[in-house]
């Protein structure tokens, strides 16, 4: 008879975990020696090659002892790598090492937060951890969620709630489109869309809205969009709310983690106004996913998640004093992903966090001065946040598309795109607190090199010569 395998938790589970731990560490330090690179070379069906190789038979007859190496490195070898100089399309953050180390701890103990007996320490966890960041946005309580979908998704259903299944979202142009989506699916008036010109909502436009369509109202605002990290301005929007009567929410999902620093809190002026706030801290708090909130300025706005399960929260238990989880989440059996940020704030503080969010926006603004400077290349604007616009100057966009791809499939980089002012740009996000100032010319020399190979881009002026206006 074959011997059981080893549990991770328990007695025995540290000791059984050890040499799992170590297996895991050798395979990562293999998987990426074999990739070389930000990325994986040679295209979707050549990773995907690698991967059916490793993988084989997913479901043998017998199992094989060294799975658990062998995947690790197909996986390290077939991933995109965050921590990667050259790794800077989406905001996908490198995470930091004490939060993955908490991580393993809450994996190994596996609460679950659906009833107080499967997550007693956790549960406290993550009602301390609510009320802190909740704290920070000027609001009174917070729920966990899996980032800023589900946290739109929520506020919404919020002000469905609280104002009828008439209330109708006015949102901008520069928006998630999670928000348009969770109207659809909690089946609400088709949305207003406002324009954003330039990246930011127009509040003259905003304004005619709220006065021509039938409300009630739910304003969205973005606080750190998608394409360019742009900040809509939350208290002149604020305002307009308080005239029209307006409920108020701030997606911050990638803004949000400018609360930490001294120097840049203030672009968040006008947050503490809103009713209800997204943050998402596998943004710019370095955690590994999942790891958001929906901050709620009304604790009574989470009376629509309240429900009764005999069995994970019965009234006499609840009336005893055992407190009842399920009105915490929409989701029943949840990870307790607010002990890996606990962590976080209690190792790092407000000021090592702050450092980090700062270090980032200012390795951004350095990349666009190098933008700026460079004879190829042309710089939409100054970055708001950790983001940086830029293309090959007089660059067709079927080119820049293409040179997004190129740089894809041979694995030396990873960018984003996005579409602003008509035209298609390049998008480098930066979220490696570790970035020196030669991997930012590394970055824009593999750009330039790679863009010249493309024989349909113009060649510009050679480095050195005179340097022309850039937009």
């Known amino acids: 008879m074959s011997s059981l395998p080893p549990l991770a938790s328990g007695v025995r589970g540290p000791q059984d975990m050890a040499p799992l731990v170590d297996t895991v560490l050798d395979a990562l330090r293999a998987g990426t020696a074999l990739r070389r690179g930000p990325f994986p070379a040679g295209g979707p069906e050549a990773v995907a090659a690698r991967l059916r190789k490793a993988l084989g038979d997913v479901l043998p007859e017998h199992g094989e002892p060294g799975a658990l190496r062998a995947l690790v490195a197909a996986l390290a070898e077939g991933a995109a790598d965050p921590a990667h100089p050259l790794c800077a399309a989406h905001l996908h953050c490198p995470p930091l090492a004490v939060a993955v180390a908490a991580d393993l701890a809450a994996d190994v103990l596996n609460p679950s937060l659906d009833s107080w007996d499967q997550a007693p320490a956790a549960a406290e966890v993550e009602s301390a951890v609510g009320r802190a960041l909740a704290g920070e946005v000027g609001a009174a309580d917070a729920v966990a969620t899996t980032g800023a979908t589900e946290s739109n998704h929520l506020a919404l259903l919020f002000a469905r709630e609280i104002h009828g299944p008439g209330v109708r979202l006015v949102y901008g142009a520069n928006a998630h489109d999670s928000l348009p989506r969770a109207a659809w699916l909690l089946g ?6 406002v324009p954003a010109p330039g990246g930011t909502i127009d509040l003259a436009a905003l304004d005619q809205a709220l006065t021509d369509v039938p409300g009630p109202h739910l304003v969205a605002a973005t606080a750190g969009t998608t394409d360019a990290g742009l900040l809509d301005p939350l208290g002149e929007i604020a305002d307009r709310c308080a005239v029209h009567g307006a409920r108020f929410h701030v997606d911050a999902a990638y803004g949000g983690g400018l609360l930490f620093s001294e120097r ?28 958001g909130l929906l901050t709620v300025r009304d604790p009574a706005d989470l009376t629509p998640l309240h429900h009764h399960t005999d ?9 005893a004093g055992l407190p009842d989880l399920l009105g915490r989440s929409p989701r029943t059996s949840r990870r307790p992903d607010c002990f890996k940020i606990a962590v976080t704030l209690r190792t790092l503080g407000r000021r090592g966090l702050g450092d980090l969010v700062d270090r980032v926006c200012d390795h951004a603004l350095r990349l666009a001065d190098r933008v700026r400077e460079h004879p190829r290349l042309e710089l939409h604007a100054a970055p708001t946040l950790s983001t940086v616009l830029f293309r090959p100057s007089e660059a067709p966009d079927s080119a820049v598309a293409e040179l997004r791809r190129l740089l894809l499939l041979d694995g030396s980089a990873v960018l984003g795109r996005a579409r602003l002012g008509g ?17 930012l010319d ?29 937009a």
């Not at 609400?188 to 869309?193: F, K, N």
């Not at 840049?264 to 996913?289: C, S």
Request: glycine residues 8%; hydrophobic residues 40%; charged residues 25%.
């Open 188 to 193: 609400l008036p088709d949305p207003v869309v």
């Open 442 to 470: 590394v970055l824009l020399d593999t750009v330039d090199a790679r863009g010249r190979d493309l024989a349909h881009l113009p060649t510009r002026t050679p480095v050195g010569a005179d340097r022309g206006g850039v």
């Open 311 to 319: 069995y994970l929260n019965a009234v006499d238990d609840t009336e």
């Open 423 to 439: 035209r298609l740009w390049l998008k480098a996000t930066l979220l490696n607190p570790h970035l020196r100032p030669d991997d």
């Open 264 to 291: 840049r809190r203030a672009l968040l002026g006008g947050l503490d106004r809103a009713d209800t706030v997204a943050l998402d801290l596998h943004k710019l708090g370095w955690q590994p996913i999942p790891a």
